[in-house]
């Protein structure tokens, strides 16, 4: 079994930063894509970020230049860094990830999800 367990969400003014953590554990032998992906109520989920790992990263034009993925493969995390927040950020935040089990075979998961809420 395999979970990915994110942190790191909450209340933020405009302007603000946040920055979420998600970390798989169980049988994980490698992990190859990690990615963050949000809802906003009335929306259809979509692709905040992704990286590979090698690290070459892919970011949705809304939140280019003002949000970062990062990925530390020793502890199985990923992480994403926001800046300069906006109440368009307002969503549940998904973790998702490729994973290899340490049994051979290849997993998708989903994180159970965080929100991040940018208000005044």
């Known amino acids: 079994q395999v979970q990915l367990v994110e942190s790191g969400g909450g209340l933020v003014q405009p302007g603000g930063s946040l920055n979420l953590s998600c970390a798989a554990s169980?049988?994980?032998?490698?992990?190859?894509?990690m990615g963050w992906y949000r809802r906003a109520p009335g929306k259809q989920r979509e692709l905040v970020a992704t990286i590979k790992s090698g690290r070459r990263t892919n970011y949705a034009d809304s939140v280019k230049g003002r949000f970062a993925i990062s990925r530390d493969n020793t502890k199985n995390t990923a992480y994403l860094q926001m800046n300069n927040l906006s109440p368009e950020d307002t969503a549940g935040y998904y973790c998702?990830?490729?994973?290899?089990?340490?049994?051979?075979?290849?997993?998708?998961?989903w994180g159970q999800g965080t929100q991040v809420t940018v208000s005044s």
């Open positions: 998702n990830a490729s994973i290899m089990l340490i049994t051979g075979h290849s997993k998708e998961c």
């Open positions: 169980g049988s994980v032998f490698r992990i190859n894509i």
